[in-house]
């Protein structure tokens, strides 16, 4: 069993995805940013003991700040870096479609690439706001940096980027 970390309400909530998408659909990239970004950041026994005090409801206050103030924010705008190219599309025995309703207009694909990249920009600064915060404050989480063998150890480096410029 996998704890999902952030609900589907948060993000509607919290970003521009409508209050009527199904939850099926968004869960899918909440696991997808979960697994690749978060985990890589979190490392693989950081990542574990998350999970597995989630589902045993033994979650320390330090994790539940961690979790609340850097995570969630993280994961929110990685979960849209994932979703928003595949959005328009549904999967179905009878092939690939993409919806479109009656008083709206397809966007390019060069729209969704710059909105896409917004929203790596910001999850970029959530991630450097986790990363700084688990370096800073290490020792109240010691699986930061007990992984081994094949475990994902924490990546402390982020991808450069030129900055936020949001129009």
Sequence with gaps: MKYII?????????????????????????????DIHLQSYLGTQLYDAIQAHAIADTMP??????????????????????FIPFAPYNVSNKGVFKGVSENSEVVSKAEIDVMVEKYEALALHYTKRLVDYLCDK??????????????????RDLPSYGGLYLD
């Design 138 to 155: 290490s020792e109240l989480f010691p699986e930061y940096d007990d992984n081994i063998g094949s475990d994902m150890r924490p990546s």
């Design 6 to 34: 952030l609900d589907n309400e948060s993000i509607k909530r919290f970003s521009p995805i409508s209050g009527a998408l199904d939850d099926d659909k968004l869960t899918t990239y909440v696991e997808v940013a979960q």
């Design 61 to 82: 206050q330090d994790y539940t700040d961690l979790i609340n103030n850097y995570i969630k924010p993280m994961l929110m705008r990685w979960t849209l870096v994932e």
